[in-house]
């Protein structure tokens, strides 16, 4: 069964930088689509990016400009660098990815924006 590992995360003052990364447990798989999502406590989970195997990718309103959303080469692996973080960018960070037609997630990774 794969699995996608995330890491990165933490604690960030508001203007910092932060990147989470979404690894597949195996090797041999390629994603057809790579995303993140975000999620605080009592609110629906927020779609925050995507990136497809041409590398087009998309990006909620609320962080054009701020995240940038990246894969590998085998495409098992996808990024997303955080700029100029604010507290609303708090929430923990879901990867998705979408696997011969299924889709899996990461366990998720506590982004906290806070002096």
């Known amino acids: 069964q794969v699995q996608l590992v995330e890491s990165g995360g933490g604690l960030v003052q508001p203007g910092g930088s932060l990147r989470v990364s979404c690894t597949a447990s195996?090797?041999?798989?390629?994603?057809?689509?790579g995303k993140w999502y975000r999620q605080t406590p009592g609110k629906e989970r927020e779609l925050v990016a995507t990136?497809?195997?041409?590398?087009?990718?998309t990006y909620a309103d609320s962080v054009k400009g701020r995240f940038s959303i990246s894969r590998n080469h085998a495409f098992n692996t996808v990024n997303l660098q955080m700029n100029d973080l604010k507290p609303e960018d708090t929430a923990v960070y879901f990867c998705?990815?979408?696997?011969?037609?299924?889709?899996?997630w990461g366990q998720g990774t506590q982004v906290t924006v806070s002096s």
């Open positions: 195996t090797r041999r798989v390629n994603f057809s689509a």
């Open positions: 990136i497809i195997p041409s590398g087009s990718t």
């Open positions: 998705n990815a979408k696997i011969f037609g299924r889709d899996f």
